[in-house]
């Protein structure tokens, strides 16, 4: 039984997830500068995986290039948009804690 090319790019980014959260856990052990607490992994794991699959998604339903470019180039810049949010709070809203 062969993977198709849309299933073996699903696992890639289910197996990108916690290989990116190894970046700030090994930081974390060299540095006092990165100070993650478990709720943190959970929500950068949760936004991760969302934007993962939610651009996977698109790819599989969206059949014209620039629809797939323009969807997914939305996903990614709302989700380093939050991403900042939560990291330093650029916008000052609640999500940061501020």
């Known amino acids: 039984m ?7 790019r699903l696992v890639l980014i289910l197996a990108a997830v916690p290989l990116l959260l190894l970046i700030p ?3 974390m052990q060299f540095s006092n500068g990165v100070d ?3 709720l943190d992994f959970i929500i ?6 969302g934007t993962g699959l939610l651009c996977e998604l ?5 059949k014209s290039v620039r629809g797939r470019l323009l969807i997914c ?3 990614l810049f709302a989700f380093f948009l939050l991403w900042a949010e939560l990291a330093v709070g650029i916008f000052g809203s609640p999500l940061a804690g501020q």
């Open 36 to 38: 993650w607490k478990i």
């Open 25 to 27: 856990l090994i930081a």
């Open 58 to 62: 698109v790819l599989r339903k969206v």
């Open 2 to 8: 062969t993977m198709t090319t849309q299933n073996k």
């Open 73 to 75: 180039a939305t996903v």
């Open 44 to 49: 950068m794991g949760i936004l991760l995986s």
